[in-house]
């Protein structure tokens, strides 16, 4: 009613009537409530149990522990300039499946600028808190400018905030994603030197 909630019409006549209302989409939110806590109880299970020491026989001393090496070092890798077009081109078509066209565009292109150039690596780190917080000072304002209350209606007063924060969101798996195949590349170097 009067764009916002649903409402019905009840004929009014002799007698009682019973009406059941039930909102079907409300089971899977439960579902979603209930995983997520199960989710939660069993993370601080794990965060409060404690570790059991494991038997030791007497003739049997427990092996000496691994030696661990450092995890080599992304920072300094970079890609050919074939490849990190290759990984740019790749990541702007993987952000064009949830981002406007544009915002693709630029992801590909900050990809493959960090892939090339460790500098550029700086600008894919901080680029998802600068557009986070674009985010948050546009809603600030719309908020003050236009009155619009914190409520379930956000998503449609402030859709234009939605591709930016989407974007940060995506710079951030781009990053890790870079990051790992850096770190794989410069692992896979040094065990060929």
């Known amino acids: 009613m009067d764009g916002f909630a649903t409402g019905w019409l009840l004929p009014t006549g002799a007698g009682t009537a019973?009406?059941?209302?039930?909102?079907?989409?409300?089971?899977r939110v439960d579902l979603a409530l209930g995983l997520s806590a199960l989710g939660a109880a069993v993370a601080l299970a794990l965060v409060w149990r404690r570790p059991q020491p494991l038997p030791v026989a007497d003739d049997h001393p427990l092996p000496s522990a691994p030696v661990l090496r450092p995890l080599p070092r992304a920072g300094d890798a970079r890609l050919r300039p074939?490849?990190?077009g290759a990984t740019g081109v790749g990541g702007a078509i993987l952000a064009a499946l949830v981002l406007p066209p544009i915002a693709a565009v630029a992801v590909g292109a900050l990809v493959g600028a960090a892939a090339r150039w460790p500098a550029a690596r700086w600008a894919l780190r901080l680029a998802p808190a600068a557009l986070v917080l674009v985010v948050g000072a546009y809603v600030v304002v719309w908020q003050?400018?236009?009155?619009?209350?914190?409520g379930l209606e956000w998503p449609a007063e402030?859709?234009?905030g939605h591709p930016v924060a989407a974007t940060a969101v995506v710079l951030v798996g781009a990053d890790a994603a870079l990051s790992a195949l850096l770190r794989r590349r410069t692992d896979r170097s040094e065990r060929e030197h």
Not at 18 to 27: A, D, G, K, M, V
Request: proline share 9%.
């Open 18 to 27: 019973t009406i059941t209302l039930r909102f079907e989409p409300q089971r």
């Open 82 to 84: 074939i490849e990190a």
């Open 144 to 150: 003050r400018r236009y009155g619009i209350l914190p």
């Open 158 to 160: 402030l859709r234009r």
